[in-house]
């Protein structure tokens, strides 16, 4: 009978998750076209800061059905989050510092300034990653992993939220490719930070520094401060370069997130009494 309470419990959690996916898509499809129309070359922000309140909201709705908290899912606001935020942020940047180091090293580019970019677009550009950055934590690392990781596990968890990440990615324009690696990947690390951290700030700091590091750097569809040029004959090599420079920083940081949680994990054991850490006590 237990057995049989637990996989319903499971599916009915699965469902509720889809369910939340369904409506976030919703939410994409409705703002999408409205910040193209009105919202000029950074249409990003009005998608960003619309579809960020409409997820929280929905957010709201799903814990209060489920009867949890915003904190069990990371989506609650507490002392300490701007300063994670900014860690977050800062720690993003390093990434971006290192992989576009790796690929410097790695020789035939470089970068150079571009002309016509002030104070405006780099104000926009940071407020608009920051808004989507908060939207896709909290459409896929918040409700939907943290559920998920207590009905199936973390890495059951990760990589069901992961495929999600990647599919809405293609959905956006991604190559199969660059959404079933990279995307992967970038879900890995920020579900990880979810995790470890028991909160979003940290990942929604991390994801807006990588996409905005990635925009200074004029790797994003609108020019950035700088722009990479590539000897042509040697544009193959540079990509392979920067692919492991970006799956390197990627896994490594999922990998700290992760041993942090572990020793995070061993530290409450060392708290319990013993009949505690024994599973004497519920």
């Known amino acids: 009978m237990t057995r049989t309470l637990s996989i319903s419990n499971r599916w009915a ?9 369904l409506v976030c898509a919703v939410f994409l499809m409705v703002a999408a076209p409205v910040g193209a129309k009105f919202f000029g070359q950074w249409p990003k922000v009005a998608i960003g800061g619309v579809t960020s309140i409409a997820t929280f909201g929905l957010t709201m709705l799903f814990v ?16 300490g989050s701007v ?3 900014v860690f977050g942020f800062f720690a993003g940047l390093l990434m971006v510092v290192v992989q576009s180091s790796f690929v410097t090293f790695g020789g035939h580019v470089h970068w150079v300034r571009s002309t016509g970019t002030g104070i405006a677009p780099i104000a926009m550009a940071l ?4 808004l989507l950055a908060c939207r896709e934590e909290l459409g896929f690392h918040g409700y939907p992993l943290r559920r998920l990781e207590r009905f199936f596990g973390i890495w059951a968890a990760q990589i069901i ?3 999600a990440f990647a599919l809405e990615h293609r959905a956006g324009g991604f190559t199969w490719f660059n959404a079933m690696l990279g995307s ?6 920020f579900g ?9 700030a940290v990942p929604i700091g991390l994801h807006a520094a990588w996409n905005f590091g990635q925009w200074v750097l004029g790797e994003k569809d609108l020019p950035g401060l700088w722009r990479p040029v590539v000897e042509e004959s040697y544009r193959a090599h540079v990509d392979h370069v920067g692919l492991i420079g970006y799956f390197a920083v990627f896994g490594l940081g999922t990998m700290a997130f992760w041993r942090f949680r572990m020793v995070q994990m061993n530290r409450e054991r060392s708290r319990l009494p013993a009949g505690a850490a024994k599973g004497g006590v519920a």
């Not at 959690?13 to 996916?21: D, E, G, I, N, T």
């Not at 059905?65 to 990371?74: K, P, Y």
């Not at 992967?184 to 690390?189: F, I, P």
């Open 127 to 130: 407020l608009a990653y920051l």
């Open 64 to 79: 209060r059905w489920d009867g949890i908290r915003l904190a069990d899912v990371g989506a609650a606001l507490r002392v």
């Open 161 to 163: 939220v992961a495929l």
């Open 184 to 189: 992967v990947a970038g879900s890995l690390l």
């Open 13 to 21: 959690a699965a469902s509720r998750v889809l369910l939340f996916y």
């Open 83 to 85: 300063v994670r935020l």
């Open 192 to 200: 990880m930070a979810s995790i470890a951290t028991r909160g979003l």
